[in-house]
């Protein structure tokens, strides 16, 4: 039996506070991280000769045994041990002796916890980074496909104007750039080393800090060590990051679960991605989609949880911070599911759009009206005047009961003859084609667009 670190008390309530006070039950998920820390923390220590060069060989040797016995399933994790670190250093002790209580010097569980968790972030960074290069990757492809496919543009979920399917899958492929720069960034700015700040001052030994920080892949150490352990503002960033990324995800969702009904009869989710119901025989749920939308409330909860547990604690490491890692573990293994999972659906063979049920509705709701105001006030009528005109033309076709783009060059001259050779603007290829403005929806600049993703993925998978 080891003896206990922390607490007292009756054998009940003693169990009751073991198990409340220990993380082992989640932060085993860390064990590689702090094995490769260990092992470069002893090597750093041997070459600056704080231990012997046989204490390093022999720690390294029982780390290395320890991995694979947690790999293989074969390592007996203990609440008395409290947290993987306790339990690795535990192991190793057992395995290599007095070499294993020798690795512990000039270092303290505090800048251990928050060197292994900054390492398994950054991965995480640089692992949801990839899977946000390959969805866009995957939404530029089947825009290059549909430059000139109608659909109409929304604002209020109201038709709006006609816009191209690619222009609409790019909007999307922005934002998820935008989240892939965020994750980037987040990872450069914490991609340093708190260890050797032990508790929370440094150390009296000559340790060096850089060569266990190159020795981990980062690309320095943190300037303060109170800060270094006492602050988890990677972890939140993490957290933000997630949290935006899913936002996006959720939206496209809830498009799509709007596309795919019946009501709108736009787009269709492969079968791989819907479920039927148990009594309606004729249902096909987005399941996976709908999913995805709702797990955005699992990551918004992390990041308020770890905002809430870290406002207030004062320097520097505080117990509290143990609850900094549950929260990110699953937001990190929720948005990569929903990544992975969204790519596979939106990028299916058997996921389409239908082009006719858009151009259809790209036909009712009057969506031209602005391009006969346009025209109108390309012809000098002051703009408000345009706009007045083209009202009065809405409000003729609903006469009719016909749609703007179905009047004709009479019925334009019946509502005022300044419209009478408008009738070329009321065409919806036409409406969406023009709108040329860079960024907008016309052809050519949609063009642009993907030419600027691509430019973009070429840059983002050499970084
Ligand atoms: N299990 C702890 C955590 O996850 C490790 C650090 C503990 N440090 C301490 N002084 N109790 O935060």
Avoid at 220 to 242: H, K, Q, S
Wanted: glycine residues 8%; charged residues 30%; aromatic residues 8%.
């Amino acid at each position: 039996m080891s003896p206990k670190l922390w607490g007292d008390g009756s054998e009940e309530g003693g169990a009751l506070l073991d198990e409340f006070n220990a993380s082992i039950g989640f932060d085993r998920v860390l064990y590689k991280e702090d094995i490769e820390g260990s092992i470069a923390h002893a090597k750093m220590l041997a070459a600056q000769g704080i231990i012997a060069q046989s204490d390093f060989a022999a720690i390294k040797r029982g780390l290395t045994q320890i991995k694979g016995e947690i790999d293989r399933g074969e390592f007996e994790f203990k609440t008395a041990d409290e947290d993987i670190h306790m339990a690795i250093e535990r192991r190793l002790t057992e395995i290599v002796g007095d070499a294993g209580k020798r690795l512990h010097t000039a270092r303290s569980r505090n800048d251990q916890a928050a060197l292994d968790f900054r390492l398994w972030c950054g991965r995480q960074n640089e692992a949801i980074a990839k899977a946000l290069v390959k969805l866009i990757e995957t939404l530029n492809a089947i825009a290059k496909e549909h430059t000139a496919t109608l659909m109409p543009g929304f604002t209020h979920l109201r038709r709006a104007q006609p816009i191209s399917l690619a222009f609409y899958l790019l909007a999307y492929a922005a934002m998820f750039m935008r989240d892939f720069e965020r994750f980037e960034s987040s990872r450069k700015r914490n991609n340093l080393s708190p260890l050797g700040g032990a508790a929370l001052a440094g150390v009296s030994y000559p340790i060096d800090r850089r060569a266990t920080a190159k020795e981990l892949g980062f690309s320095g150490v943190t300037m303060n060590a109170m800060d270094g352990a006492g602050d988890r503002d990677f972890a939140l960033e993490l957290l933000f990051n997630a949290s935006l990324a899913q936002t996006h995800l959720s939206r496209f969702c809830e498009e799509l679960i709007l596309w795919s009904s019946s009501e709108f009869g736009f787009a269709r989710i492969s079968d791989r991605f819907t479920t039927g119901s148990s009594i309606m025989p004729q249902k096909r749920n987005p399941d996976a989609a709908e999913l995805i939308r709702a797990k955005t409330g699992r990551i918004y909860g992390s990041l308020i949880g770890l905002l809430t547990v870290m406002k207030g604690l004062p320097l520097a490491y505080n117990k509290d911070m143990q609850e900094d890692k549950e929260g990110v573990f699953d937001a990190v293994k929720t948005l990569s599911d929903s990544l992975a999972i969204f790519t596979e659906m939106i990028g299916d063979k058997d996921t389409t759009f239908n082009a006719e049920a858009m151009l259809k509705a790209c036909k009712r709701g009057h969506l031209v009206a602005t391009d006969l105001a346009d025209a109108a006030a390309k012809k000098g009528l002051p703009f408000r005047d345009a706009h007045h005109l083209a009202r009065k033309a809405v409000a003729f076709a609903e006469q009719k009961g016909v749609d703007l783009s179905e009047l004709t060059k009479d019925d334009l001259a019946r509502v005022d003859r300044r419209l009478a050779d408008l009738a070329p603007a009321l065409d919806v290829f036409e409406s969406m084609n023009a709108r040329k403005s860079e960024g907008g929806t016309a052809i050519d600049a949609v063009k642009t667009q993907i030419a600027k993703v691509e430019a973009w993925l070429q840059e983002a998978k050499n970084a």
